[in-house]
């Protein structure tokens, strides 16, 4: 029964620290590549143009890799396709509005 008890919450700990790494890993992408310029899920360049309220990651995704007026695009090389898909999600569940 203990040993059970035992790998029940080994389990329970690995998976959890999986969930905070996912987190952690957007929110580092965020902080390194986006942040600059979007504080806060905001936009210091073009106020209107702000991260808040964004529900399709697609949208995200796209303007990452080919960018738009002053924001230039990021390659797979300054991020890669698994770190968009991250870095979506955690615009998309942080900056609800
Ligand atoms: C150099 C400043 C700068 C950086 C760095 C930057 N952005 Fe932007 N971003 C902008 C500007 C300016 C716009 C408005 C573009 C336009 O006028 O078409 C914008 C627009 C956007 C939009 C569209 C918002 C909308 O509602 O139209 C998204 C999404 C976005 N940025 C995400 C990101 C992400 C994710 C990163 C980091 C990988 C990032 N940006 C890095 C300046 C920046």
Redesign the pocket.
Known sequence: MKKVLIATAVLGITMMSTVVFAADAGEAI?KA??A???PKGG?I??PT???KG?TDPE??IK??RKG????RG?DAKA?SDADTKV?ADY?IKTFKK
């Open positions: 965020f590549k986006c600059g310029c979007h936009n360049m073009k143009a702000n991260l964004i949208k995200i303007q990452v738009s007026g002053a924001m990021f991020i870095l615009i």
